[in-house]
């Protein structure tokens, strides 16, 4: 979850905001260079420093960012094989653990300036693998999960095309808070659905289903923030969607 740039729907967790690298003349950053940290907001202010004085205290300095974002990515098969197997708990716990991941991740590289341009693309790719894998293996019967699971796929898509606009330009996209409520409210969501599944709570498993409707108006309108940032930040000459300049005919 590095916090600065969304990717989709970008904040996940060392998310950082427009690069140094993107002016006309600039060159291309390095992909694990770090980047100017952007203003944090003060909620996010907060859970940082809580954070920092809990979890961040098992880590030490020699560990990044991107690491416990790979950690994160390992995990998702993980879980899925536990739940294949159906050891459930085992499950509800290493999928508690990778969601811990995407807070710590993000934390750290706001708090020890270690925001790298990487990091603000792998890191939400990691949530939708793990939240949209997850979602489909415990509750596809439900409407509401197949949606979910279709944005997820969408919000992939768009997260491969900010990776291929960021290698040939060094631009990423600016932050989306929405996404990273959106995915505070799946996160939820799924961890309720879990143990109602397991203990066979139906108030409990309605609450949860609730709660994926919540996160899906939330979808939408993080998907609306980014066309319409799009939109108004449209270059006026002749420039492609990304704000990279079309290839002109010869003359």
Not at 27 to 40: K, M, Y
Not at 104 to 120: H, S, V
Request: hydrophobic share 45%; net charge negative.
């Amino acid at each position: 979850m590095h916090e600065a740039v969304d990717h989709s729907e970008l904040d996940d967790g060392s998310k950082g905001a427009d690069s140094p690298g993107q002016g006309a003349d600039s060159h291309v950053q390095g992909a694990d260079d770090p980047v100017q940290s952007p203003v944090t907001p003060a909620f996010q202010q907060f859970t940082d420093r809580l954070v920092e004085r809990t979890w961040l205290r098992l880590f030490p300095r020699s560990v990044r960012p991107n690491q416990v974002t790979v950690a994160r990515f390992i995990l998702i098969p993980v879980i899925l094989v536990l739940l294949y197997y159906e050891h459930r708990w085992w499950a509800f716990g290493v999928f508690f653990l990778a969601i811990c991941t995407d807070f710590i991740d993000g934390a750290m590289a706001r708090t020890r300036d270690q925001i790298t341009q990487l990091g603000t693309y792998i890191d939400p790719i990691a949530d939708k693998l793990l939240i949209g894998g997850v979602l489909a293996w415990v509750g596809w019967e439900y409407l509401v999960v197949r949606i979910i699971v279709v944005f997820i796929i969408l919000e992939l898509v768009m997260s491969a095309i900010g990776v291929s606009v960021y290698v040939r330009t060094g631009k990423a996209r600016g932050a989306n808070y929405i996404g990273k409520t959106k995915m505070v409210v799946q996160s939820l969501a799924l961890l309720l659905f879990l143990v109602a599944s397991f203990l066979e709570l139906e108030t409990l498993e309605t609450i949860s289903v609730y709660l994926l409707w919540l996160a899906l108006g939330l979808a939408l309108l993080s998907g609306g923030k980014q066309v319409w940032s799009a939109m108004k930040n449209r270059p006026r000459d002749k420039q492609g969607p990304a704000g990279i300049e079309l290839d002109r005919p010869q003359e």
